[in-house]
């Protein structure tokens, strides 16, 4: 069985600095694309990041240059460091097996709330 668990919301000020982690078992990490997606209040979902096996990595430009995503392979981890934080980065954030393209039919975990707010 397939599962992701993503950890690491929280709140925080503008300006301040998050790390998201999603562990994940059931399928084989490495080598799969993982991404990183976030549904803002009353919004859709919004993809964010993903990082290749071999390490490519894409960023949607609303985030581009403030967050990070990376892998641990060894550990079966995705994680999306987050610095600069805004108020429009307050969302859901969901790991999710797949690319930019096809995450939404791949599976995708619970959550976990951001929330930027002075």
């Known amino acids: 069985e397939v599962q992701l668990v993503e950890s690491g919301g929280d709140l925080v000020q503008p300006g301040g600095s998050l790390r998201l982690s999603c562990a994940t078992s059931?399928?084989?990490?490495?080598?799969?694309?993982m991404s990183w997606v976030r549904q803002a209040p009353g919004k859709g979902f919004e993809w964010v990041s993903t990082i290749s096996p071999g390490g490519r990595i894409y960023y949607a430009d609303s985030v581009k240059g403030r967050f990070t995503i990376s892998r641990d392979n060894a550990k079966s981890t995705l994680y999306l460091q987050m610095n600069s934080l805004k108020t429009d980065d307050t969302a859901v954030y969901y790991c999710?097996?797949?690319?930019?393209?096809?995450?939404?039919?791949?599976?995708r975990g619970q959550g976990t709330q951001v929330t930027v707010s002075s």
């Open positions: 059931g399928f084989a990490f490495s080598g799969y694309d």
């Open positions: 999710a097996t797949g690319s930019r393209f096809n995450w939404p039919s791949r599976s």
